[in-house]
């Protein structure tokens, strides 16, 4: 490549020397080459004795040329020349050669005027008086870091609010301090407040702060996002319009603080719009429920049905949903309590707990579908999944631990302490399990009384017996031989049977000597230690 270029240029030079001017003649002519190097083919150059017409540096070649005339083309680094129907490549730059070393730094210029510097004044419940620009504090009632401009006071930074929402945008009520309303982006007017609530809703803001004492609606406010946040800061709200004061709108995510409400509530719709430390008087937060006295309900449709019951407690979705008269309810878990329309006195905790109870009374279910299908059964208790799960209309039962009493439906009076105590029990009543799988697999047996891990496990229907035991012995005829202690109750004592089953009886206690009580036992001694009863 270099060899080519350097014959271009020995042409071009010997050129200059005819006469002092460039001609192109028999010593010029010759190959023409392309950007690279190349010879390009059927272009060589057969112009004799015309001088080049020089046109300088350009960027592209230049308009109408005329023979001879030539230039360096600054883009492609090559020198051209017209030779009456076509550019030629005269010659080709050379490579570029190598960076030279760097020179020495020159001396830094001058410093720059310092920017003004924030003064902090602390956490503060209001804006400073007289505040001048670069002012800075935090509110600790918006929980929000304020910067003062010169003229107004612009947001910092917001504190505690849920990821990917926008700013606050911030509102003084019509009675709030001067101060507060200073840094406000809006004071409310005190009559129909929702309206501008809505607006700055409708604008995109999902944070919307309150600052005063008290703000008037007449109508509804209803979320327009997801991740909406209404902090109220104490603020007291109540509506002209005889409405809920705002509504979720079916948004998730939404977050109600410090709401303190005369009237109206909050109505939910979505399972996660949260409240957080809000007062609500004697009024309600929850779906299309009237303003009953000191019903409390956390959830959507929780106490939905709801139309004069008063002192329940409703958390979570659908819990005490059919309630209508029912009293002194508490409801805790996705569909607790769902079909309870009368009943009084229940409290339900687990998801489904006394799910199917109408108008039983007095019960009591602790646990993930507890008592589910109880329906007029009273005084349950039911401590454990699926304890008591299937009871419809039996009373009294008392179930601790999982599956304590499952399959029961109508057998009264039952007690069972233990994982699947009495699980298979459907009728039968008076029956007292303590164990883990104590009395399993009794069903209609009734007066029963079972002690120990698997005692009685094998019975089914067999009444007033007693074990005492913690094997198990494999059927109910091992129950009755084998377990420690083996009996049978009867209304007349002397009807009555005990088993004693062990090789050895300690009776090192028993006296020695006759004269006790009619029907206690004695060792004779003199005997070979043989055992009698006083007569």
Not at 87 to 96: P, S
Not at 137 to 156: E, M, P, R
Not at 327 to 336: M, R
Not at 410 to 422: E, M, V
Request: charged share 5%; hydrophobic share 40%; with cysteine.
């Amino acid at each position: 490549m270099r060899k080519l270029m350097r014959n271009s240029l020995l042409k071009v030079i010997m050129c200059l020397l005819l006469g002092g001017v460039l001609l192109v003649s028999a010593a010029c002519t010759g190959q023409a080459y392309d950007s690279a190097g190349n010879p390009i083919a059927n272009q060589q150059t057969y112009i004799q004795n015309v001088p080049l017409i020089w046109q300088g540096s350009l960027a592209s070649a230049p308009a109408s040329p005329a023979l001879a005339w030539a230039y360096h083309d600054t883009t492609t680094g090559m020198t051209m020349y017209w030779q009456g129907s076509a550019w030629q490549v005269l010659a080709t730059d050379g490579l570029t050669g190598l960076t030279g070393a760097t020179g020495a730094t020159g001396p830094a210029g001058s410093n720059g005027t310092n920017g003004l510097s924030i003064v902090w004044k602390g956490s503060l419940s209001s804006a400073p008086g007289s505040p001048v620009t670069n002012w800075a504090y935090y509110n600790t009632s918006t929980l929000i870091a304020y910067i003062y401009d010169g003229s107004t006071w612009q947001t910092l930074y917001s504190a505690n609010f849920p990821t990917g929402r926008t700013a606050s945008y911030v509102f003084a009520t019509s009675d709030a301090l001067a101060s507060d309303k200073a840094q406000a982006n809006q004071v409310l007017t005190g009559t129909a407040d929702n309206v501008a609530v809505t607006a700055a809703l409708t604008a995109g803001y999902k944070v919307i702060t309150f600052l005063g004492v008290t703000s008037t609606f007449a109508g509804t406010v209803t979320l327009l996002a997801n991740n909406t946040i209404i902090h109220a800061n104490g603020v007291v709200f109540s509506n002209n319009a005889s409405t809920p004061l705002f509504s979720d709108g079916g948004k998730t995510g939404c977050v109600f603080q410090d709401v303190i409400t005369d009237a109206g509530g909050i109505t939910f719709n979505v399972a996660n719009t949260e409240i957080q430390n809000c007062t609500l008087g004697s009024y309600y937060i929850g779906l299309n429920i009237p303003n009953v006295l000191s019903n409390t309900i956390f959830g959507p449709a929780a106490l939905y049905s709801n139309t004069t019951g008063a002192y329940n407690s409703a958390f979570g979705q659908a819990a005490l949903y059919s309630n209508t008269t029912g009293a002194y309810n508490s409801a805790f878990g996705q569909a607790a309590l769902q079909n309870n329309t009368t009943g009084n006195y229940n409290s339900a905790f687990g998801q489904a707990a006394l799910y199917s109870n109408t108008t039983g009374a007095y019960n009591s279910a602790f646990g993930q579908n507890a008592l589910l299908t109880n329906t007029t059964g009273n005084n349950n208790s039911a401590f454990g999944q699926v304890a008591l799960a299937y009871n419809t209309t039996g009373n009294y039962n008392s179930a601790f631990g999982q599956a304590a009493l499952l399959n029961n439906t109508t057998g009264n009076s039952n007690s069972a302490f233990g994982q699947t105590a009495l699980q298979s029990n459907t009728t039968g009543g008076s029956n007292s399990a303590f164990g883990q799988a104590a009395l399993y697999s009794n069903t209609t047996g009734s007066n029963n009384l079972g002690l120990g891990y698997f005692a009685g496990f094998y019975n089914t229907t067999a009444s007033n017996q007693l074990f005492i035991n913690t094997l198990d012995q494999g059927s109910y005829a091992n129950d009755v031989k084998n377990s420690l202690i083996y009996g049978i109750f009867n209304s007349t004592p002397a009807s009555q049977t005990l088993s004693l089953n062990a090789g050895t009886i300690n009776m090192a206690y028993l006296p020695t000597s006759s004269g006790g009580a009619a029907g206690s036992l004695w060792i004779d001694t003199t005997a070979g230690y043989v055992i009698k009863v006083n007569h």
